[in-house]
């Protein structure tokens, strides 16, 4: 047991981010600290008067940790920037729902930009018209958010005697549209197809490993293919090259073992996208565009770096080599220097994480998607980079940009972070 209060102890990626967004003055700020209980922004007549973020972590019961962002308004329509559109749009990439604010009977091109940016993203949106007890959204009004098909609640920031009204139907709202973000499973491949599209799947040669561990991705993969109505090949790498020939039209997706990542690239025209299984599993347990991005700190190792090698579980003699043996070794011969590189299992990592210029972590089989996150999350506060076993090969391979084509922000992130 610790003294600390409730809300500090989750950490931050596994709390819902709620964003507060809107235009100029419509009460976002008092919004935030109505549901807060306390002044966590300043308000005020004045419009702008939020410039950056505020954030606000805390226990919103029942649904748990949350974080609040408060966000800086946006100019009236008839004065807007396109910039203006953009920042807001860049801010839902925090968001795991969006509270757009209004006030009665106001609705804009920035409003309408925002539901859609946030339908594109597929970010639940919540709308609040706040300031009614200056006046009424009219029946009008309120038919059009219906037809827009928006959830909405209404209500006062800043009048005492309504507030607690105000916050449990924005709770109930709220917790109407989360079931859309944590029933969803994440997808392993199936997303990555068109219904109707095929994969080649290059499956390495000694299946026959023991407990059949190499085959629990295939048959993973091969389901998830099938629920979205889409087809697989299978073949051993040895057979990828005529396999593909024989091939009327090229496949959607190439996915491969990350160990032969480097032949099967060299046996695949430029113009079908291919990753690894394991760099799948990164993006469905972890986060691929952070561990994209720690990929390149490889890159910027120098003589007498430490390096961790990370394990989710204490003994997993498969992975041990690769983890233990293999990658050390390419490590050690990509970058040419001399490095420490130590490895830890289990679920903690050593206290002195920040002595490390990057971690390597395993795919996290044992792990849960939670567990994961709260390590990338571990590293990102004390500003460790993070790669796992997967993204590594395929960066050690010198194949990482190719593997990592049917995932745009991973690529970028990486490629932008090689820069720095
Ligand atoms: N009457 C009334 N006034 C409100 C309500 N909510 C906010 N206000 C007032 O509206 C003004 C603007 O409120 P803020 O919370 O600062 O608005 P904001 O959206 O954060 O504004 P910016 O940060 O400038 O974009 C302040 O004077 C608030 O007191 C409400 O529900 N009713
Ligand atoms: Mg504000």
């Keep these: 047991m610790t003294n600390q209060p ?55 019961l029942p649904i748990g940790p949350v974080v609040l962002l408060d966000t800086a308004g946006v100019d009236d329509a008839s004065t807007l920037a396109e910039a203006r559109i953009e920042k807001a749009k860049k801010a839902l990439n925090r968001m795991d729902i969006v509270v757009l604010v209004i006030t009665p009977n106001e609705w804009t091109d920035f409003e309408d930009a925002l539901v859609n940016a946030a339908h594109t993203k597929k970010i ?21 958010l219906e037809m827009k098909k928006l959830v909405y609640v209404q209500g006062s920031s800043t009048d005492p005697a309504r507030t607690e009204t105000f916050k449990s139907e924005f709770k109930e709202r709220l917790r109407g549209l989360l079931p859309k973000l944590f029933t969803a499973p994440p ?22 490993a023991p407990q059949g561990r190499l085959i629990v991705p295939q048959v993973q993969a091969l389901r998830d293919l099938l629920d979205n109505d889409a087809s697989a090949l299978v073949v051993k790498d040895r057979e990828y090259a005529a396999a593909l020939q024989r091939l009327k039209q090229p496949p959607d997706l190439v996915v491969c073992d990350s160990q032969v990542v480097a032949r099967v690239v060299a046996d695949t025209p430029e113009s079908i996208p291919l990753t690894t299984f394991s760099i799948l599993f990164a993006r469905m347990k972890g986060d691929l565009v952070a561990q994209a991005q720690g990929a390149a700190a490889i890159e910027k190792l120098q003589d007498g770096d430490k390096v961790l090698m990370a394990e989710g579980c204490s003994h997993h003699p498969l992975e041990d080599d690769i983890g233990r043996i293999k990658i ?23 206290d002195n994480l920040q002595e490390y210029k990057l971690v390597i972590h395993c795919g996290g089989c044992v792990m849960t998607k939670q567990e994961m996150t709260s390590r990338l999350q571990i590293a990102k506060e004390k500003a460790v980079p993070i790669t796992n076993y997967g993204v590594a090969i395929s960066a050690l391979q010198g194949v990482l940009r190719r593997a990592l084509s049917p995932f745009p922000a991973a690529l970028a992130a990486y490629e932008e972070a090689q820069k720095n």
Aim: glycine share 10%; proline share 8%.
């Design 124 to 144: 639940p949106l919540l709308v609040i018209i706040n300031k009614t007890d200056l006046g009424q959204a009219n029946p009008n009004f309120l038919a059009l």
């Design 6 to 60: 409730p809300e500090s102890k989750a950490p931050k990626s596994m709390r819902l981010h709620i964003g507060i967004m809107g235009r100029m003055n419509v009460g976002k700020s008092s919004f935030m600290n109505m549901l807060a209980g306390q002044d966590v922004a300043i308000t005020s007549p004045q419009a702008g008067t939020t410039t950056d973020v505020v954030e606000k972590t805390m226990e919103l």
């Design 328 to 350: 050390p070794r390419w490590l050690r011969q990509y970058t040419g220097h001399n490095l420490t590189i130590d490895s830890c299992a289990g679920h903690d990592f050593p």
């Design 187 to 208: 997808s392993l491949i199936g997303d990555l197809l068109p219904p109707g599209g095929m994969a080649l799947l290059v499956v390495p040669i000694d299946l026959g």
